[in-house]
């Protein structure tokens, strides 16, 4: 037979099993900044001035999705958490859109400057609070990693 003791543990306890939440994500992205071009090699006509960044990052065991939020100021780098209004784009990125080996997002007309992403995953139907942020300053073709602001 239960104690009384062991049965208000054993009820208390269920909450904090239950409710655990998927972990803020360890976002630690590169980004590879090409121009339009066919896949002849040729630059697209018209499209000689865009350009596209390709963002990559470690996949995540159990990702059913991943969403980037690109240029958003609306999150707190502390926490991950949602300050006010969606201030950016939110894009979907599907769990198995992969680059060498790489979860990843193609970003064609990429604007030049500052571009700052935030990274958040989906397991087990719940999105995790936001990652920090990676900030790339897209100027040229090339590779970048993580700069600060």
Same mark, same amino acid.
């Given at each position: 037979?239960?104690?009384?003791?062991?049965?208000?543990?054993?009820?208390?306890?269920?909450?904090?099993?239950? *409710?655990?939440?998927? @972990?803020?994500?360890?976002?630690?992205?590169?980004?590879? =900044?090409?121009?339009?071009?066919?896949?002849? &090699? !040729?630059?697209?006509?018209?499209?000689?001035?865009?350009?596209?960044?390709?963002?990559?990052?470690?996949?995540?065991?159990?990702?059913?999705?991943?969403?980037?939020?690109?240029?958003?100021?609306?999150?707190?780098?502390? *926490?991950?958490?949602? @300050?006010?209004?969606?201030?950016?784009?939110?894009?979907? =990125?599907?769990?198995?859109?992969?680059?060498? &080996? !790489?979860?990843?997002?193609?970003?064609?007309?990429?604007?030049?400057?500052?571009?700052?992403?935030?990274?958040?995953?989906?397991?087990?139907?719940?999105?995790?609070?936001?990652?920090?942020?990676?900030?790339?300053?897209?100027?040229?073709?090339?590779?970048?990693?993580?700069?600060?602001?």
């Amino acid at each position: 037979m239960m104690s009384t003791t062991t049965r208000l543990l054993s009820l208390l306890l269920v909450p904090l099993v239950t *409710t655990a939440s998927t @972990d803020r994500p360890t976002f630690k992205a590169t980004a590879r =900044v090409k121009q339009h071009m066919y896949r002849t &090699g !040729q630059l697209v006509d018209g499209e000689e001035h865009l350009l596209k960044a390709i963002i990559k990052w470690d996949p995540m065991n159990g990702a059913e999705k991943y969403q980037l939020c690109h240029n958003c100021n609306h999150i707190l780098e502390d *926490t991950g958490a949602e @300050d006010g209004a969606v201030d950016g784009d939110i894009i979907e =990125v599907e769990a198995d859109n992969f680059c060498g &080996g !790489q979860a990843c997002h193609v970003m064609p007309g990429c604007p030049q400057g500052h571009n700052k992403f935030h990274l958040r995953v989906k397991m087990d139907g719940e999105w995790s609070a936001w990652s920090n942020y990676q900030n790339f300053d897209v100027k040229e073709p090339g590779n970048f990693d993580h700069e600060e602001l």
